[in-house]
């Protein structure tokens, strides 16, 4: 793992919790640091601040996305708006926390990462929803709605357009569309995608669904994720 904060205490700290939680990892002070430590010894999972001097924690997350490194990104950030929050999502990161956090939270959103990019057995699609009638093209493809998504290669197509999905909203996406026309509710998506339902106060959910629909939308063309208020989210074409 490697770990970039540049707050002194903060990354003491938290670097002796992931050791203590059985995590080899690499501490670096800023995002030069960060990026050159990538690219000598690619680690399993990256925890990026997002402020810090120099280059901050989403220019690091872009030059690795952009260098076709996906390996999982949760970032820690002090900015608590929703917009902030997009930025680090449309910069490539998989997950967010905001500071203050509890450790626990960390390491909870991190077993999530790293299980959903453990490698799949031969024959399954790593997902749920067998036996509930999902729409199963082959061992590796899917389709409803007019999406169909290559769990293999994790690419999703509306129509003849491909989109460009973190890691996270191709797990969410996949999750809505091997369950299309049943309400999820929001403590199911939470567990099915992060393993830890982070109670009724968080807008994590909120965000991304948000943020998919910017990718998934078209003008003229139905809307295909729908809220169903107080209770969860449905994927279907009106």
Not at 87 to 107: H, I, R, S
Not at 120 to 137: F, N
Not at 187 to 205: A, E, H, Q, V
Request: glycine share 10%.
């Amino acid at each position: 793992m490697l770990l970039a904060e540049d707050d002194r205490a903060i990354r003491h700290a938290l670097e002796r919790a992931l050791t203590l939680e059985g995590y080899e990892v690499t501490a670096v002070a800023d995002g030069v640091e960060a990026l050159a430590q990538a690219h000598k010894t690619p680690p399993d999972v990256l925890v990026l601040d997002v402020m810090m001097p120099g280059i901050d924690g989403l220019q690091v997350c872009r030059v690795l996305r952009a260098e076709g490194d996906r390996t999982p990104i949760l970032m820690l950030t002090a900015l608590v708006e929703t917009a902030d929050r997009i930025a680090g999502l449309d910069a490539g990161a998989d997950d967010y926390v905001v500071k203050p956090f509890d450790v626990e939270e960390v390491f909870a959103r991190l077993r999530a990462l790293l299980r959903r990019t453990s490698p799949v057995p031969a024959g399954t699609s790593g997902g749920d929803g067998a036996g509930r009638g999902e729409p199963q093209l082959s061992d590796r493809q899917i389709e409803a709605a007019g999406l169909r998504m290559d769990l293999q290669a994790r690419r999703v197509w509306r129509g003849k357009r491909e989109l460009e999905l973190t890691r996270t909203e191709f797990e969410l996406l996949e999750l809505l569309v091997r369950n299309a026309g049943i309400v999820l509710d929001h403590s199911t998506i939470y567990d099915r995608i992060w393993g830890y339902d982070f109670g009724p106060g968080s807008k994590n959910l909120a965000v991304y669904v948000g943020y998919l629909r910017r990718k998934l939308d078209e003008p003229g063309a139905p809307q295909l994720i729908h809220t169903v208020r107080g209770v969860g989210y449905v994927l279907r074409e009106d």
